[in-house]
């Protein structure tokens, strides 16, 4: 089917897929092969637990994610992102595994797995999981033999102590709940370790067998049909005295090892990094060419830089740490978001940066935890709308893969009120009906209140309504998405900031094979003037990407533009026929 | 057809058109009224379609001075080469086309390449010689940049800034002085001197600097224009929102999104660095002199006598200020017994907002050529370093005001409102720079203990507020009011 074809599907027929059974669709299945699909792929992130339910129970499932799957076709999406499906007793949403075999009995079954991946597939869309291999829930049968006694087999599948005073350069990652890295286990009459809540033992990466079954659990995982990883706090896989524990050398072979296994058994596969760092620490996570280790990584630090900029109204926090980004290999890539499922993740930022970004988006404390911000990316932003579309903007304009998170795209709000990092993960909401049709449930049986509030509600803010409206958010998205994705410069080109005079603005090209295209951001919520100096380009035409537009010339002299209050404009510079 | 029959009849046709030419050009800061100009050196230094010459002229005026401008210039046919800024045209008539040989990239290219390789020239009246260098002498883009006034700065090949001095002073260069004594001080927030070119001209004994290259740095923004950036969104948040005390106000300003104050520290930071590498540095130009009392002493006159010379014009604004004659005295007069004064070392001497600037790597200090009007001599003068540090603080209090005179005019009924955001503005920065300026200094023997250091920054900031007092009266007198309430707050 073509896209034009697929315009003209009615949104009203999809809003139908969404409660029945899905229409059967042949559109364009996966191609055979194509190693660097990941550059150029548009991702969309969300939980099982929170998009849709389908048999009433209250809690969302692969069923009702695959009744949504022509929405996600819809989108553009080209790869889902499901964070931990796994059995887990849920105390850190799902980050604490129980079974990695097995799938949380609320969201299905293995099967269910399979057949959701291999219909996502059909749609022309992959599908990557979130792997948490640092740890394992307290409730792991791995952990409950390994306390029982010292001389059980899989004692030394974690990392136990007499005293506290090993590891003491680690930092504590949790700051707000735990107080060091040791606890006490009293039927094990040993201190174990852990970097992150006390009830998430870490792994014993120094014995081989635990390895090996990271591997079994990888390969089990890509027989069911996966695409790839997304593996969870990688920097803390190993430990050793005398160091703050993190990337360490033994580490980064671990990776290198998997990812030879991967390449030598598999194809078109995908792992991708958690590594909050710097980015001078984290290309260390890509390998070298000769002994490659993740195929993408996330940029954290960029993400709250954005939101500082469009607060000082000026490009430097984003163009300093865009200078501070080291390359990559041409075969790995930068995985960029706006938001996540986490907090708005101010690690990356110095301290004074911090106290300031505390004082612009969380003016009240309940907002604050651990060293972020848990807001959405529409309250984040006080619900502009130009303020958003210029975010989005960059998100698929900077240099990376873009991440969408689930909600985002028709501006869903947050519950602050709620525990933990759940304020951002509330029922996904589809129109305006019992529950914003996420569920037939009754109200008291959903795993979180749906938001309900006058401005953010699903009432005010759904799917159905947006669809229905062409000048929607989720119409907007929907149709930068699509311009994304007709340029392969976006996933794959070269970046190049342009010098300008006027501080607010924030112009760079992008250029791939002699295609170029340019990006002119106006972070002020005034309108700007800028002068480009685009002279090398003397005689092109830029035309704007998204209507088509020709503008004037560029000549011997500087190129003017003017921009509205937190706009953007895309062009291609293309020969003149003059 | 010999080149030197050529260059005679180009001399003449020079020496005449260059006479209306020169007041055109953005950087010729000199008398319109030119009654002579004279070649005092033309000689080729590329030949070619068209020649490119290296030529300096003496301009005379009336009054009997006589100022030289270097003028490098290409001669070629009216068919040929042609500068694509039509100001650049000097001659255009008889098959003879002159112009300025800077205005293209062709044209600029052989000065570059002299520059780059390190080259000895020799010209007819004396020598163009170049250091440093070991630079690439093949640059495809040489570009001009529109920021400067009295020099040409070039673009070459993106990575490169070739300023060209216009002035022609055979001297030694305070610029290139201070930005080696920085560059060899350790000190990073600076643009080096990559190469130089000096003009030695037979039987004079200094050489003239005609052009200085330094890196280029990428992506930079004045910090003047930054300033403005964050006042810009003060003042439209003050405008829609009427807080009350004074206490709200300064909330307002460190909470307002485009908050300047981390920027002002690191300045700050920076300054302070700055000074602590000139306090370092060695040589009898440059070595560091204890500040004797006989200075404080000869400081504390000058800046009364700035006092009284203003007051004595007599004008209406600055009348204004005869009754806080006895209050403006005593501060300056306390100059005189400060203990322990610090250090006197060689300063930037022109620091403002406007001569920083912000890049991806955080502040670059430009410009070390001090004020341009004063002599050189007194320009290499030794001062406390918070000559300086007055004149940034100065600065602030400078953006404030001009971004609300951008804004609105005084007689408009939301001006008192702003302003006083405009002060909290002026005052939360000055802090943040003052504040981690000492942080960064105490106990270097730099500047006194904090009251000294007070004493002497108050009366260095009257003494540039003076200056800006008559400098506004003869060039803006609408501005007149920005330094001129921060003499009458002064006493307060």
Redesign the interface.
């Known amino acids: 089917m073509t896209t034009t074809g697929r315009n003209r599907r009615a949104a009203a027929e999809i809003m139908a897929a969404t409660t029945a059974v899905p229409t059967p669709v042949t559109a364009h299945p996966v191609p055979a092969s194509d190693p660097l699909w990941f550059k150029r792929a548009v991702y969309y992130e969300l939980l099982v637990r929170a998009f849709a339910d389908s048999n009433g129970d209250g809690v969302g499932d692969f069923r009702g994610l695959i009744d949504h799957l022509d929405y996600l076709e819809w989108m553009g999406v080209d790869c889902i992102w499901l964070l931990p499906f796994n059995n887990s007793p849920l105390r850190d949403g799902g980050y604490d595994i129980s079974d990695y075999y097995d799938v949380l009995p609320d969201y299905g079954s293995v099967d269910d797995v399979r057949e959701f991946v291999a219909k996502a597939h059909e749609r022309g869309m992959r599908v990557i999981m979130d792997l948490v291999i640092n740890h394992t829930s307290d409730q792991h049968a791995w952990f409950q033999q390994a306390r029982s006694s010292r001389d059980n087999p899989y004692r030394d599948w974690y990392m136990w102590s007499d005293t506290k005073q090993r590891f003491e350069q680690a930092r504590i990652i949790f700051v707000d709940s735990e107080t060091s890295n040791w606890t006490w286990d009293d039927q094990a009459g040993q201190y174990y370790f852990h970097r992150f809540f006390s009830h998430q033992p870490d792994l014993n990466y120094d014995n081989p067998r635990v390895r090996e079954e990271i591997f079994n659990i990888v390969r089990f995982w890509f027989e069911v049909g996966m695409d790839g990883f997304r593996l969870d706090a990688v920097p803390y896989l190993f430990a050793r005295e005398g160091t703050n524990c993190e990337n360490l050398p033994e580490t980064h072979q671990f990776l290198a090892d998997l990812r030879a296994m991967v390449d030598r058994e598999y194809t078109d596969k995908v792992l991708l990094a958690e590594a909050n760092q710097w980015p001078e620490d984290v290309v260390d996570y890509f390998g070298t060419e000769e002994r490659p280790e993740c195929h993408m990584c996330f940029n954290f630090p960029l993400m709250p830089r954005m939101f500082m900029a469009?607060?000082?109204?000026?490009r430097?926090p984003i163009?300093?740490i865009?200078?501070?980004t080291p390359h990559i290999p041409s075969t790995a890539q930068w995985g960029i978001f706006l938001r996540n499922h986490d907090e708005l993740t101010l690690e990356m930022v110095t301290d004074?940066?911090r106290d300031?970004m505390w004082?612009?988006y969380a003016s009240d404390p309940r907002m604050k935890l651990n060293l972020g911000i848990r807001r959405r990316l529409a309250p984040l932003l006080n619900n502009g709308r130009r303020q958003m579309e210029l975010f989005c903007g960059l998100l698929l304009s900077l240099p990376g893969s873009p991440i969408l998170y689930y909600g985002d795209e028709v501006g869903m709000g947050d519950n602050i009120y709620l525990g933990d990092r759940d304020g951002v993960r509330t029922p996904m909401q589809w129109n305006g009906d019992r529950n914003g049709g996420f569920s037939r449930s009754d109200f008291a049986q959903l795993y979180l209140p749906p938001l309900m509030d006058p401005v953010y509600g699903f009432a005010a803010v759904n799917v159905e309504a947006q669809m229905r409206n062409e000048s929607s958010l989720l119409h907007w998205m929907r149709r930068f998405v699509a311009v994304r994705k007709r340029f392969a410069v976006f996933g794959e080109g070269a970046f190049e900031?342009l010098?300008?005079?006027?501080?607010?603005v924030f112009a760079f090209l992008r250029s791939l094979d002699g295609h170029v295209v340019l990006c002119v951001n106006n972070l002020?919520?005034?309108a700007q003037p800028v002068e480009l100096?685009l002279?090398?380009f003397e005689g092109c035409t830029p035309v704007e990407m998204l209507g088509h537009v020709h503008f004037p010339r560029i000549g011997?002299?500087s190129y003017l533009l003017t921009l509205a209050p937190h706009s953007f404009l895309w062009f291609t510079i293309e020969e003149s026929n003059e | 057809m010999s080149v030197a029959v050529d260059l005679a009849w180009i001399r003449e046709t020079l020496e005449s058109a260059l006479v209306s030419w020169l007041p055109r050009q953005r950087w010729y800061g000199g008398d319109t009224a030119i009654s002579y100009v004279r070649c005092e050196e033309l000689a080729p230094i590329a030949d070619g379609q068209p020649v490119v010459a290296a030529c300096l002229v003496a301009v005379g005026f009336d009054d009997a001075s006589e100022v030289t401008y270097n003028v490098p210039i290409a001669v070629g046919s009216p068919a040929g080469l042609r500068p694509?800024d039509p100001g650049a045209v000097v001659h255009d008539d008889d098959g003879l086309l002159v112009f300025d040989a800077l205005a293209d990239s062709r044209t600029a290219a052989p000065l570059w390449r002299i520059v780059a390789l390190g080259e000895t020239v020799r010209l007819n009246a004396g020598r163009l010689i170049a250091g440093g260098g070991g630079l690439t002498p093949l640059a495809a883009?040489i570009?001009p940049l529109v920021r400067e006034q009295s020099n040409t700065s070039l673009v070459v090949g993106g990575d490169h800034l070739l300023k060209v001095m216009r002035r022609v002073v055979f001297a030694p260069s305070v610029e290139l002085e201070m930005s080696r004594a920085l560059a060899d001080a350790g000190f990073e927030h600076v643009a080096p001197a990559q190469a130089w070119l000096d003009y030695e001209r037979d039987g004079e004994p200094h050489a003239a600097l005609l052009a200085l290259a330094q890196p280029y740095l990428?992506?930079?923004?004045e910090g003047w224009?930054?300033a403005l950036?964050?006042l810009?969104?003060l003042y439209?948040v003050a405008e829609e929102t009427h807080p009350g005390g004074a206490a709200e106000r300064l909330l307002t300003v460190?909470?307002a999104?485009?908050?300047f104050t981390?920027e002002a520290?690191r300045l700050g930071d920076i300054t302070a660095q700055m000074h602590l590498a000139l306090a370092h540095a060695t040589g009898a130009d440059l070595a560091p002199e204890p500040i004797t009392r006989g200075l404080l002493i000869q400081w504390a006159d000058e800046i009364l006598g700035d006092l009284d010379a203003l007051i004595a014009t007599g004008v209406e604004p600055v009348r204004e200020l005869q009754p806080h004659h006895a209050a403006l005295k005593a501060r300056i007069d306390a100059l005189r017994t400060v203990a322990r004064p610090g250090l006197a070392i060689r300063i930037h001497g022109d620091y403002h907002l406007g001569q920083v600037l912000?890049t991806?790597?955080g502040w670059t200090v430009l410009d070390f050529e001090g004020e341009p009007r004063r002599p050189v001599e007194h320009r290499r003068r030794r001062h406390s370093p918070l000559r300086d540090v007055a004149g940034m603080l100065r600065s602030f209090d400078y953006a404030a005001s001009v971004a609300l005179i951008e804004r609105m005019a005084p007689t408009d009924p939301e001006w008192a409102h702003l302003a006083a955001h405009g002060r909290s503005w002026a005052s939360a920065n000055r802090d943040a720079f003052w504040s981690t300026y000492v942080e960064r200094t105490v106990g270097s023997r730099l500047i006194p203990d904090a009251g000294g250091a007070l004493t002497l920054r108050r009366a260095f900031e009257i003494q540039k507020a003076i200056y800006e007092v008559a400098y506004e009266l003869a060039h803006r007198p609408s501005w007149v009011p920005i330094p001129l309430a921060f003499l009458l707050e002064a006493t307060a």
């Open positions: 469009l607060r000082r109204e000026q430097y163009t300093e865009l200078e501070r004074d940066e300031y004082g612009e900031a010098d300008a005079a006027n501080p607010s002020s919520r005034f100096d002279r090398k011997e002299l | 694509s883009d570009s990428h992506n930079g923004t224009t930054l950036t964050s810009r969104d439209a460190e909470e999104g485009g908050s981390s520290a912000r991806d790597a």
